[in-house]
């Protein structure tokens, strides 16, 4: 049995302006680092943790910096784990997406299992791709914990899996926010879920959240 430890990042430019990030470097804000040090608190004192790895983009990276600061663990970078690759829509305000690419758009907010980004992933592509990536990780990490750094729809899609719903109900499961965590475990092809959203480390902090904010 693996444990996976998913832990979104923190804060980021993105997030605070309102603009789709997917596949763009968004470097976190001043809350963001200050989530992400929290966040390597929390595990600091209530968790053993064995390995790291990390969406190479920089808002992961940097918010998995201090959890391996605290565990002196190197961070590998996963590709695999990025945010969905948002092709037109990347790095465009979210309120310009609503009013050029409505009808794309409108599945975000009413039909999450068949949203994509114009030109870009699907989320269904986001849930397969990610699904292979924890199981590969998991399986070269059997009976360890591994943090897993990532983004909005990588988690969402790996706790889909670990509360055994199909795609079709991804929007029945709780939204990770910024630098909360998630708990599931791996075990012979199934995903079950341990905890999910601790956010417990945050409640000092301040974090205006707002719906869908990759």
Sequence with gaps: MTRLILLRHGQSEANLARWFAGHT??????????QAAAA?????AHEHIDAIYASDLTRAMDTARPTAAAFSLPITPERGLREIFAGEWEGVPFSRLDTDYHDDRAKWHDDLSHALCTGGETVAEVFTRVGETAVRIAEANEGKTVLLASHWTPVLSLVCRAMHHPLAQIME?????????QIIRYEKGIFCPE???????LESLSSPERKISI
């Design 25 to 34: 470097d968004a470097f976190l804000t001043e809350l963001g680092h200050r």
């Design 40 to 44: 390597a608190d929390y595990l600091l």
């Design 173 to 181: 499961c709780p939204e990770p926010k910024n630098a909360s965590l």
């Design 195 to 201: 905890a999910l959203n601790i956010t417990t480390h």
